[in-house]
């Protein structure tokens, strides 16, 4: 079974700093894909960023970037220059496929602080 | 224009009853999604749907049962409601190779007294 763990339940950052946020995770697949949501107050899921298993490339959008390493099934979130809207529990999650679905599968989440 | 919409986005109710959670989306998707969060934060998902079709049933109680009328709607309706059934529901959309991206709605939280 595909697993993802995150293994910092609360992270903080001063505004403006950088914060990493950690994920590993379990796979059997050869193929598969990995994604970072944020999840403000207001409840609502958002895509931050989003990693092709097949590409070396590590994916960046704006201030968010990930550290993609493979082999050590690592997927880590780096917040560069931290904002206060970036106040938010972070979920990582994997996409896997069963019975000609795609699911996600998601780690249990870390909740980042900004302190302004 | 809301992509994925949920209705109702707060319900509270009492144990043993039956409630409804509804859901629609105007994407286009071939796959819909139901999630529940509970109140440790911890998302899974329940079932999953293509077009109308159930594909994933995520060992959930048979009291909850999904029902899909087009691949636009997916419902999802809860019998004797228990307190462990307190959580948040999100419903969630894909194209039919979900590889892309899976977009959620606002989400329904349910407490049961």
């Known amino acids: 079974a595909q697993t993802v763990t995150q293994s910092q339940p609360e992270m903080s950052v001063q505004e403006a700093e950088t914060v990493t946020l950690s994920c590993t995770y379990d796979?059997?697949?050869?193929?598969?894909?990995l994604f970072w949501y944020k999840q403000p107050p207001s409840r609502q899921m958002i895509l931050v960023i989003r990693q092709e298993a097949y590409k070396q490339q590590n994916a960046t959008e704006n201030r968010f970037s990930v550290n993609f390493q493979k082999a050590a099934k690592s997927f880590s979130l780096k917040i560069s220059d931290s904002q206060l809207g970036d106040a938010a529990m972070y979920f990582c999650a994997s996409l896997t496929t069963q019975g000609g679905s795609e699911k996600l599968v998601f780690g249990k989440g870390t909740k980042l602080t900004v302190n302004p | 224009d809301t992509a994925v919409s949920q209705t109702p986005k707060y319900l509270v109710t009492q144990m043993g009853n039956d409630k409804s959670i509804k859901c629609e989306q105007n994407?286009?998707?071939?796959?819909m999604y139901w999630y529940k969060q509970d109140s440790k934060k911890f998302l899974k998902i329940m079932f999953s749907y293509n077009n109308k079709e159930l594909i994933i049933n995520e060992t959930v109680p048979n009291r909850f049962s999904p029902k899909s009328p087009d691949k636009a709607h997916l419902n999802l309706h809860i019998n004797s409601l228990e307190l462990g059934d307190s959580a948040v529901y999100f419903c969630?959309?894909?194209?039919?190779?979900?590889?892309?991206?899976?977009?959620f709605g606002a989400g329904s939280r349910l407490t049961v007294l």
């Open positions: 994407l286009g998707h071939d796959t």
């Open positions: 796979t059997s697949e050869s193929d598969y894909y």
């Open positions: 969630a959309s894909s194209p039919l190779h979900g590889y892309n991206v899976l977009t």
